[in-house]
């Protein structure tokens, strides 16, 4: 027969089931550091670290609750509890992560964990590093040690944890692990996927357009290689018509017809049925960010010119959004966007304003008016396409 759990858990196991929550002050500190040795091993490790955490301004041993939410991170083996630990941490108005990135950074190194845990535990150094940079290193660390595993899901994870890397936080190896990806079978389209929005990023981090348009050309064939891979990859499709049509529209006034209809059907494909895995609730954008490329992209049909700027500067927006990752610091939250160039935020307020100028909300604009705007709104640096 197996043991029952000591007192202390009982009452939090009783607690969650009859009120769904803990409550602090049933749970002081004394009783749950007392305890905590059964507990940060135990399904309750989650839990644990969120009471100590709301209360962690009046504790009285800071060093002993540090070491404690440590030891789970380095033993506990239940991926739920885990990952409910990292969040609380990640979410946390705590401004020193050092302790719990080593304990993270240990468990990500353990030969001896499940890859689901220690997946996990590279996901919590991404997050301790968008709030931290120096943490970066540790991340990148993390999903080097992992490369070379063999496992589906956890590959495919790693895969958006090392773009994000890329974006957000230039690690310089990025790139090269998402290639190293691309030969493992378990994860050759996801590593493909990836490298198709690194390229779309890089292509806004650009100084100059030609720049842009080879990455964003990049980025196509990145999308296009996924689709012909798999089947069921209609995020991959749905990016290799968007950064295609950006791509042209940077060469010459009119690009090829775009099938709408297409790209319609894997949108809402991506949005309603794309639900995101357990532990990746930060990595989602907002719900409907995705179907903004529909709109978007609709009067692009090959029947009349397309302004590049005007469009660049509403897919650079749209993008943002479908790229961003969420970030809670002291209970506010954000959607932190990749970095884009000087170039790009130039050429955006330019395509933004052009796109003003051509809509019925200036018809009281004179032609002298006008004229005297549209000098002002030229191309940064050398013109894209024709004008």
Known sequence: MSQAPPLIQQRMMNALEVDGELKVGDFPESELLAAAEGIVSSAL??????????????????????????????????????????????????????????????????????????????AGLVRFALREPRWTTYA????????????????????????????????????????????????????????????????????????????????????????????????????????????????ADTPNALDVDSLADDAQWVVHYNQPRAGAAWLTPPAEAELEWIPLLSPYDGSSPVDPLTLLASAVQVFEKV??????????REFRVPRLSGLTERAREIGLARAWLRSGATTHVSADGRARLEALLKPPGEPPGKH
């Not at 806004?204 to 030609?210: E, I, P, Y």
């Not at 790229?323 to 506010?332: A, E, L, M, N, T």
């Open 45 to 122: 490790f989650g839990d644990f670290v969120e009471l100590l955490l709301e209360q962690w301004r009046d504790l009285d041993d800071h060093k002993a609750a540090v070491k404690a939410i440590c030891a789970g991170l380095k033993r506990n083996g239940n991926r739920e509890a885990f990952i409910h630990a990292v969040d609380a941490l990640a979410e946390s108005e705590l401004d020193d992560f050092a302790s719990f990135a080593g304990a993270l950074d240990a468990r990500a190194g353990d030969d001896g964990t499940s890859l689901h845990i220690r997946v996990e535990a590279v």
């Open 140 to 251: 990148g660390a993390g999903v080097l040690r992992l490369l070379e595993q063999d496992d589906d899901w956890v590959k495919a994870k790693l895969c958006r944890l090392t773009s994000i890397l890329h974006d957000h936080l230039a690690w310089d190896q990025a790139v090269k692990s998402l290639e190293a990806l691309t030969v493992c079978s378990a994860c050759a389209a996801e590593a493909r996927q990836e490298l198709g929005f690194v390229e779309m990023a890089s292509a806004f981090k650009s100084d100059d357009v030609a720049s842009m348009s080879v990455h964003l050309a990049q980025a196509t064939a990145w999308f296009d290689q996924c689709a012909a891979q798999a089947d069921d990859v209609p995020r991959a499709r749905m990016y290799g018509t968007v950064a295609g049509a950006l791509a042209r529209s940077l060469q």
């Open 323 to 332: 790229r961003s990752v969420q970030v809670i610091i002291r209970g506010r």
